[in-house]
């Protein structure tokens, strides 16, 4: 037999999936930074190269995504913990104030990129569709920023409501 599911007991289950932590970026129309910590990410297709995010419809990120079209996706080292919990709300800061934690460039569109991130995506919505609260984008990836080629740091990892490195077994 089975249960109903819950809000609560799909959030423990889902707990236990850990996730790469990322920090999606984007610009309102007027020039304005936002960004989110997302661990909602996968990728879609190689041809084209394809991922997708899912954000929280409430957020200013993804209102931003919505109205331009485009967004980064910024994959965080394994010390990177303190960026994800600002973007994540942690500490009250928004908007534009978050970016003041971490070294943050422009790509070919002016979207944030983070100096220092495993990888960093810039994209193109090619597709949209609302989820519950969320809306799950498809990107088509228009730019790749690889970081240290030498020695690459292993991304942060959230599982279990707490942040992980990666260690090679």
């Not at 610009?27 to 084209?48: F, H, K, N, W």
């Not at 996706?73 to 919990?85: E, S």
């Not at 990129?113 to 609302?130: F, R």
Request: hydrophobic share 45%.
């Amino acid at each position: 037999m089975t249960m109903p599911v819950d809000p609560a007991g799909f959030r423990q289950a889902m707990a236990r999936f850990p996730g790469a932590v990322t920090i999606v970026t984007s610009l309102t129309p007027e020039g304005e930074r936002r960004g989110i910590t997302a661990t909602a990410v996968a990728s879609v297709t190689a041809d084209p190269p394809s991922l997708l995010v899912c954000l929280n419809r409430k957020t200013g990120t993804c209102a931003a995504v919505a109205q331009t079209g485009r967004f980064v996706v910024n994959l965080l080292p394994g010390d990177g913990g303190d960026i994800a919990l600002c973007f994540a709300g942690v500490g009250g800061a928004s908007g534009e104030a978050k970016f003041k934690v971490g070294d943050w460039r422009e790509d070919e569109h002016g979207l944030p990129v983070l100096q220092g991130a495993v990888v960093s995506l810039s994209c193109t919505v090619s597709e949209s569709l609302i989820a519950g609260t969320h809306q799950v984008v498809i990107g088509q990836i228009t730019h790749i920023r690889v970081g240290a080629e030498v020695e690459a740091p292993a991304p942060l990892v959230y599982e279990q409501s707490r942040f992980h490195r990666l260690a090679p077994i």
